[in-house]
């Protein structure tokens, strides 16, 4: 094989070569990379009140929310409907980065295609709301689709589905490392030759986090507000 798909291994070897071929971004700064990039580079904070739930009991009421996502503008209705939001993003983020990467998949084997998902957990609005369905009008009006929202590996699994992809599909838990650590497995997935390519996807969700006091400050921060680090951290 051409040594441009082998790189030195550290140790006189060679190993296989893994790039980065397309880019999706569901942000606090944007959806797409784009509007991500132009966030960045003007110095603007994802950061802002909370909206998506009532936080007048927290101490914490900021936070960095996507704004302006429409989950019908990358799934169909039907989709949309039945998927938790945290999957909607993941399904969103790789529609995009299929496009950036300009990769046809009519002419590609979908046996050599896969998934490989950085999550913290799974869909905890939906929890939420079901289980207030639960208390107020009984288990059998609960969704059927409760299951499939809620567990944090159904994301991938819907990338898959969406895209029909059969290869190797798998996501870690590891919380704030998970994004990291996806990269890295992915990439060995890769290198073994388990699969020819795969989407790397990665999520965070915060909010038992303002109970723990990770992050926010004393006065819960205006909009715009983050720190990294204090004198008192």
């Known amino acids: ?12 070897g060679r190993r296989r070569r893994v790039v980065i071929t397309g880019v999706g971004a569901v942000t606090p700064l944007g959806i797409g990379v784009k509007e991500y990039w132009q966030g960045l580079v003007q110095g603007r904070s994802g950061i802002g009140p909370l909206t998506l739930f009532d936080a007048s009991d927290l101490s914490c009421q900021v936070a960095g929310e996507v704004k302006g996502f429409d ?3 990358f799934l169909g ?6 998927t938790a939001r945290f999957t909607q993003f993941a399904v969103a983020a790789a529609r995009m980065a299929l496009e950036d990467a300009q990769l046809d998949l009519s002419q590609e084997d979908p046996n050599r295609i896969g998934v490989f998902l950085g999550n913290g957990i799974g869909g905890l609005p939906e929890t939420q709301e079901e289980i207030q369905v639960l208390l107020s009008k009984g288990g059998m009006r609960v ?3 409760f299951m499939p929202m809620i567990l ?7 990338v898959a589905i969406t895209f029909q992809l059969k290869g190797y599909i798998s996501t870690v838990i590891t919380a704030c490392a998970a994004g990291t650590q996806a990269i890295g497995e992915a990439a060995e997935v890769i290198r073994r030759g388990r699969a020819g390519g795969l989407w ?9 986090a303002t109970r723990q006091r990770w992050g926010c400050p004393r006065h819960a921060l205006g909009s715009g507000g983050c720190r990294t680090g204090t004198e008192r951290r």
Request: glycine share 10%; net charge positive; no cysteine.
């Open 200 to 208: 790397h996807l990665r999520r965070r969700l915060s909010r038992g």
């Open 143 to 145: 969704t059927p689709f």
């Open 1 to 12: 094989m051409d040594n441009a798909f082998f790189s030195s291994d550290g140790k006189g």
């Open 152 to 158: 944090a590996n159904m994301a991938a699994g819907q």
């Open 71 to 73: 989950p019908r503008d």
């Open 77 to 82: 209705t039907k989709q949309a409907r039945h």
